[in-house]
C-alpha cells in the first residue's frame, strides 16, 4: 500500500555494449509489461573525475553520439541519464530530446558543486530550446527530509 510502485532499474558506469545490452533488457521489460518497470536509470558514466564519489574512473567519459542515440531510443519509457554538465554541451541536449522537459537538478549539499542560479539561466536562454527549470535542493531542507524518515 505505501510501497513502490515503480521503478528505473539502474545501470551504473560501463561501456558502450553493456549500456546497450540494458536498454535492450529494460525495452523488453516494458513490452513484456512487467509490473513496476517504467523507464532506465543510466548513472556514472558521465560524471565529473573529481566529484566521483565512490566510483572509479575506469568509464567516466564525455557523452558519445551513440549513447545520446541509446539515452533517446522511444522504447525505453521514462530515461534518466546522470551526467555532470561538463560531459555534455548545451545544443546535444535540446537537439537530441526536443521534445523532453531538460531540468537542472542543483544538490550542492550532496555534490559539492556551487552555481549560481542566474549565471545558469543566461548561459542557458537560446541554447537550450527544452529547458523547463530547476529543481534545487537546499541544505537545511535535506538534513530536515533525512531526519524525519
Known sequence: MFGST????TLIKSDITKLEEAADVVSQAIRQSMPGIIGVHFE???LNVTKKSIHNNEHIR????????TYCRKDLGKVLVTVAPESILPEQISSVTP?????????PACTGVYVSMLALLKAVDG????FAGIKYTFKPLLIHSVSTL
Request: glycine fraction near 4%.
Open 99 to 107: 521534445e523532453q522537459p531538460f531540468y537542472y537538478y542543483r544538490i
Open 127 to 130: 541554447r537550450i530550446a527544452n
Open 44 to 46: 556514472g558514466p558521465h
Open 6 to 9: 515503480s521503478l528505473l532499474p
Open 62 to 69: 564525455k557523452i558519445s553520439k551513440d549513447e545520446l542515440q
